[in-house]
């Protein structure tokens, strides 16, 4: 049993930066990957940003790739994504979640998901 909670969105203007943090319970979360994903009205949840169990591989989205970057803090037990160069069109509910698997892309391969977090990107 792993729960997530993200925290860290808000309203930033274009080309500003954001970290999100996202904090788990539970002994086992090292052994989980972790995943971002996204999500506005009318569209699909899709991936963002993720990092596998050890951070020894790192995958983002062609659209994120550059400005985002993701890592983690075993001491903390949390994942965070820092986002740098902020666009509008990065506005969305962001979300962590956590799979057994590796990098993967598709949200039905995690298991466990947070609450998520706005974000809102002025222009």
């Known amino acids: 049993q792993v729960q997530l909670v993200e925290s860290g969105g808000g309203l930033v203007q274009a080309g500003g930066s954001l970290r999100l943090s996202c904090a788990a319970s539970?002994?086992?979360?090292?052994?989980?990957?972790v995943g971002w994903f996204r999500q506005v009205p009318g569209k699909e949840r899709e991936f963002v940003a993720g990092i596998t169990a050890t951070a020894s591989y790192t995958k983002y989205a062609d659209s994120v790739k550059g400005r985002f970057s993701i890592s983690r803090d075993y001491d903390k037990n949390a994942v965070y994504l820092q986002m740098n160069s902020l666009k509008p069109e990065d506005t969305a509910i962001y979300y962590c979640?956590?799979?057994?698997?590796?990098?993967?892309?598709?949200?039905?391969?995690?298991?466990?998901w947070g609450q998520g977090t706005q974000v809102t990107v002025s222009s």
């Open positions: 539970g002994r086992t979360f090292s052994y989980f990957g």
């Open positions: 979640a956590a799979e057994k698997g590796f990098l993967s892309t598709p949200p039905s391969r995690y298991d466990y």
